[in-house]
């Protein structure tokens, strides 16, 4: 045997910062994730203490004042905050999601007016790509913008946009060439200062209720010229190359809401007793914890390699289209069934906000939903084997 044989082991720093972000968000976050569910409004301890402790968007680059923390070390972070918060882990998430088109496709001079306020912490970022009548099908937007003169003016609406209203920065698609298909989306950036940009009402969900999840308004929204990501025609291939890149955290957050649920419905039944004896004892339910445990395990070694695929830019994109899509599918769907057993195993005390598990189960829904639906996960994923 060799003690220093470093495959499948995970770096001291990564460690280190796991202990670091978990400290962190049991002392600073926990104490208010059922008061944010609650009351349905936006985690700002969970945004102060992963500003103060760099933790809010450790993904962007040392060039921009960034931590340039790598895509295993992102997911690590994410999913140690989800498993006391999933509305808080979307803070880190989504600020990746909504600045990974700049990081891939913009030019060094738009990253330089984005990404340095997202790594200090003064400013979050979303990403706008679903329209009421363009969610799996994307390519179906509304949305347009057209040049005039130095400026583009965009007009139209986007739905399911993650920390609307709370982002200063927003990643938009949309059209500038109807007759090109998905050729003629482009990609641009929007401040929430630009003129013709509103925010719209807060949608009413059945989980994530800390994250604000609204709509974005378009009317004649005049941005300068040198906000667009890239060529014109660009966007839907940037689009889809950052997906790639960010559904492992999305399973990077089911995951950590998963690994909640284990932990608190291992504690639960320990303690609590029936027919004279903890349940715990039992062998049923040693075998439920034994699954969850072992689903868990899985689920975290199919993110960590898709985050460190994805880091190293291995293969071709179609070859990391298929295990980040296989990543966010598999540990959204553990986290669902994950969640569900662990309300099982609190008995009817599970069926009540008294305990986390109700909350950890409706916040693993929306994992199985976003960033692509896991049917549409299964569609590239034999897109991928049959090509």
Same mark, same amino acid.
């Not at 760099?54 to 004042?65: L, M, N, R």
């Not at 509304?142 to 965009?154: E, H, I, M, P, S």
């Not at 008294?354 to 598990?357: A, L, M, T, W």
């Given at each position: 045997?060799d003690p220093?044989f470093?495959?499948y082991?995970?770096t001291d720093?990564h460690?280190?910062l796991?202990?670091?972000?978990?400290a962190?968000?049991?002392?600073?976050?926990?104490?208010?994730a059922?008061?944010c569910?609650e009351?349905?409004?936006?985690p700002?301890?969970?945004?102060?203490? &992963?500003?103060?402790s760099?933790?809010?968007?450790?993904?962007?680059?040392?060039?921009?004042?960034g931590?340039?923390?790598d895509?295993?070390?992102?997911?690590i972070?994410i999913?140690?905050?989800a498993r006391?918060?999933?509305?808080?882990s979307l803070?880190?998430?989504?600020n990746k &999601?909504?600045t990974?088109?700049?990081?891939?496709s913009?030019s060094?001079d738009?990253?330089?007016?984005?990404l340095?306020?997202?790594?200090?912490?003064?400013?979050?970022a979303?990403?706008?790509?679903s329209?009421?009548e363009?969610g799996?099908?994307?390519?179906?937007m509304?949305?347009?913008?057209?040049?005039?003169?130095?400026?583009?003016?965009?007009n139209g609406?986007?739905c399911?946009?993650?920390?609307?209203g709370?982002?200063s920065?927003y990643?938009?698609m949309?059209?500038?060439?109807?007759?090109k298909g998905?050729?003629?989306i482009s990609a641009f950036?929007?401040?929430?200062?630009?003129?013709?940009?509103?925010?719209g009402?807060k949608?009413?969900?059945l989980g994530?209720k800390?994250?604000p999840?609204?709509?974005?308004?378009f009317?004649d929204?005049?941005?300068p010229g040198?906000?667009?990501?890239?060529?014109?025609?660009?966007?839907?291939k940037?689009a889809l190359r950052?997906?790639?890149?960010?559904?492992?955290?999305?399973g990077?957050?089911?995951?950590g809401?998963a690994?909640?649920a &284990?932990d608190?419905?291992?504690?639960?039944?320990k303690?609590?007793k029936q027919?004279?004896?903890a349940i715990?004892d039992f062998?049923?339910?040693?075998?439920?914890l034994?699954?969850?445990?072992?689903?868990?395990e899985a689920?975290?070694?199919m993110?960590y390699?898709a985050?460190?695929?994805?880091?190293?830019?291995?293969g071709?994109e179609g070859?990391?289209?298929?295990?980040?899509?296989?990543?966010?599918?598999y540990?959204?769907?553990?986290?669902?069934?994950?969640?569900t057993?662990?309300?099982? &195993?609190f008995?009817?005390?599970g069926y009540?906000r008294?305990?986390?598990?109700e909350?950890?189960?409706?916040d693993?829904?929306?994992t199985?939903?976003y960033?692509?639906?896991?049917?549409?996960q299964?569609?590239?994923?034999?897109r991928?084997l049959?090509?």
């Open positions: 045997m220093s470093e495959t082991q995970l720093e460690n280190a796991r202990e670091a972000v978990r962190m968000a049991e002392k600073e976050i926990a104490p208010y059922a008061e569910d009351q349905e409004r936006f700002r301890e969970a945004l102060d203490a &992963l500003v103060k760099g933790f809010a968007a450790v993904h962007v680059p040392e060039d921009y004042g931590q340039g923390a895509s295993v070390a992102t997911c972070v999913e140690e905050v006391v918060c999933g509305s808080s803070i880190p998430a989504v &999601l909504g990974m088109p700049i990081l891939l913009a060094e738009l990253k330089q007016q984005v340095p306020s997202i790594a200090s912490g003064e400013a979050m979303s990403y706008a790509l329209e009421r363009a799996s099908d994307a390519a179906s509304k949305t347009r913008a057209r040049q005039y003169g130095d400026n583009w003016v965009l609406s986007k399911w946009i993650t920390n609307g709370e982002s920065w990643t938009v949309a059209v500038t060439d109807p007759d998905a050729s003629g950036v929007v401040h929430a200062d630009d003129p013709g940009f509103e925010v009402g949608e009413k969900k994530i800390g994250s999840t609204t709509e974005l308004h009317t929204c005049t941005i040198d906000r667009i990501i890239g060529e014109p025609g660009t966007g839907f940037t950052t997906l790639d890149h960010t559904r492992p955290t999305i990077a957050q089911a995951l809401i690994q909640g &284990l608190a419905a291992t504690d639960y039944v303690e609590r027919f004279g004896t715990a062998q049923g339910v040693q075998f439920m034994a699954d969850m445990a072992m689903k868990i689920a975290r070694h993110v390699v985050a460190a695929r994805a880091e190293r830019g291995e071709g070859d990391l289209g298929f295990i980040s899509a296989a990543a966010k599918c540990a959204s769907d553990v986290a669902m069934e994950v969640t057993n662990a309300v099982q &195993l008995g009817g005390a009540t008294d305990f986390p598990v909350r950890m189960m409706r693993a829904k929306i199985q939903i960033e692509g639906t896991n049917q549409i299964r569609m590239v994923m034999a991928s049959l090509k």
